[in-house]
């Protein structure tokens, strides 16, 4: 397992992949930048960098991308939550992204449906980063692209295998002789994947951060879980700290537990270890570890926390 030390990353530490996935050569997303911050992930490139490599039931990871730069669309099995760490964000869902869409400020969350295809684009006026937590330790095992995206990737040199690893011919790389290339949902198989409106998807897979300010003002508010804003099982629970809401008196963690700060400077002690972390940083506390996190100095101060749980990662939770 690795140290105390080694579990904490910080955003300007970050290491990009360019190549994560199929689209990585397609116009308009070309310029995307994949984070496995926090397990294994769902790139499927072998050049992802992995920061911690710990299992801990769910994946952290991140997407920089610069303006007007989009994901393309895909579908996961898992989780898939995001939070807006810098920028503005135009998230859109459906096969081809015209089911319904909505915009992302900074500290608004988004648990996407699982099932469902998604994808989302930096609409900001300058670099942007959003954090994601994925279900499972394999993150539910990669993910589905649309059909037409793989096409447009083929087009532009990038070929998906069957074992799910990328392939670039642009640097001489073709499929192996015993690997057939990812086949193309039919359309009897695309039937599975819903066209959800709208109204389905705001106000109840999504929370604002202002929403989230007031909620935590004096207790934590819990974001995603069975009694959540957000109601789901995902496999980890997602809570909101402000200042009147931090942790000074010092918590041993039962399982494993990552914290995000949003907005300000948090101290942020894990056994006797103790470092200022700000948005964009992640620490990873292991159980059995005490840990307290409160802000450094005056102003506005958020953070996220992430709790593993029994809950099986799996499809989207309902009552």
Known sequence: MSTIEQRI????ELKPCKTAFI???TPGSDLKENFTIIGGGVS??????VHISDKIGFNIGAAGQPPKCRNSLHSHTTAEVFFVAKGRWRFFWGLHGT???????????????????????????????????LGGDDAGGGVTWAPHVIQDAQAHGLMLGENGVLYD?????????????????????????????????????VARYWDLMALGANKPAVVIGENGLIKDKPGFEVDFLTRGSAVTTPIKAEKPVVLMPMRGHWRIRINDVEVVLSNGDTALVMPGETYGAEPSMTGE???????????????????
């Open 99 to 133: 089911a319904g869409e909505f915009t992302a400020e900074e500290g608004d969350i988004f648990n996407i449906p699982t099932g469902i295809f998604r994808g989302f684009e930096n609409i900001g006026t300058d670099y942007g980063m959003i954090m994601a937590v």
């Open 23 to 25: 689209d990585a050569h």
């Open 169 to 205: 011919s642009k640097k001489g790389q073709e499929l192996p002789h015993n690997v057939g290339p990812m086949p193309l949902l039919s359309e009897e198989e695309l039937k599975a994947y819903p066209e959800v409106p709208v109204d389905a998807v705001i106000g109840t897979y």
């Open 301 to 319: 101060a958020s953070l996220y926390r992430i709790t593993a749980t029994d809950d099986p990662a799996g499809t989207t939770w309902t009552r």
């Open 9 to 12: 990353v910080r955003y300007g």
């Open 44 to 49: 499927e490139s072998p050049d992802q960098h």
